[in-house]
């Protein structure tokens, strides 16, 4: 995840609900060559609402103030 926030491909959450957003970037993450091999393992070892849950909850930990890795409102 580190790796997609280094390359762009996590753009702050939008009003958009949080499920589109998350589905959005994971479609970004499962595309680009740097994050594409985990994308396809997480794909193939988890089921779609599983995946998501643990996508939402590492951008939930990145987000914290404390780790600095992502910024709040961008």
Do not use: K
């Not at 970004?28 to 997480?42: D, E, G, I, K």
């Amino acid at each position: 995840m580190t790796a997609a926030v280094l390359v762009g491909l996590v753009e702050p959450p939008t009003d958009e609900p949080r499920e589109r957003w998350l589905g959005r970037l994971w479609h970004r993450l499962a595309t680009h060559q740097a994050t594409r091999p985990t994308a396809v393992y997480l794909a193939a070892a988890l089921h779609a609402p599983d995946r998501m849950y643990l996508l939402d909850r590492v951008l939930a930990r990145l987000a914290e103030p404390e780790l600095g890795v992502l910024a709040p409102g961008g």
